[in-house]
């Protein structure tokens, strides 16, 4: 295997299955707006620490410890853009479920994300731009793509800020519909969203065999790290043990979907980035869901949650 003949690859996902995706993730969003109410935003305002710490972790310490450990390993140049473009994404769609899961602050958890979706629209092209243009190989590629940030931002929001908006306008006016279809809806767009991701990787399975091995271990050790960096964040801030776990969970679950989508749209979908963006998407459930049933198996025989 030529391991640098990935940073040249192209995947094969045609105009009509990126406005598919693109409808798809715009939908979870949805889903997930309709469950959020502007009470979660007021909680921000109560539990001003947790939630700033929250966002410093996501948006400041995580793409810094990124560059710091793309600087040290220097994977291939578009693995390295991968990575870069999960770790300026918000916390992904599931966070919320896998802080449940875990004994977790759910309400911090949703505030956060709420946060997360509206600061994304401006904080993910910038975090891309910045540290991608600090590392001499991805700043190559941000010039030969020529990419756009504002192009980016009017993606974003549309793909987040939009379904957001008109989620929390339902419930704001019409709670029960909200909370009858909300369930449904987050859970079938979501499906129908990993299902996509399932077929862009089909339909370029022979690359992905091919590379998927080199990019296991940087995923997981990335995946690794993001976890670490929100747990330890929330631990030197001394927050709550419940607050620690959602905190935790929200840096370590990226909304690599919505990476995915940028890839596509603003870099035709490169190679290393692609696949780096779809198998972290399939790991973080993997890894999430692991979290999880340790921290409740230990909060039902060791730990009083408070």
Known sequence: MNENLIDNVLLNFDARSQWVLNIALAFVMFGIALEISMSDFKRV???????????????????????????????????????FMVAACPGGNVSNFITHLAGGNTALSIGLTAMATLLAVIMTPLNLQFWAGMYAPTHTILKNVAISPWKMVQLVALLLGLPLILGLLIN??????????????KMASLLFFVLLIFLALYNNKEIFMEYVFYVF?????????????????????????????SITVETGIQNSGLGLLLIFSFFDGLGGMAILAAFWGIWHLVSGLLLAAFWNYRAINTEKLV
């Open 217 to 245: 271990w940087l995923v997981v050790l990335h995946n690794l790290v993001a976890f670490s960096t929100g747990f330890s964040i929330a631990k030197l801030f001394k927050l709550p043990s419940r607050d620690v776990r």
């Open 172 to 185: 704001h006016f019409s709670p029960n519909i909200a909370r009858r279809i909300g369930k449904v809806l």
């Open 45 to 83: 305002a109560n539990h001003p620490k947790s939630i700033v710490v929250g966002v410093v972790s996501q948006f400041l310490v995580l793409p810094f410890i990124t560059f710091l450990l793309v600087y040290f390993i220097d994977p291939l140049p578009s693995i390295a853009m991968g990575m």
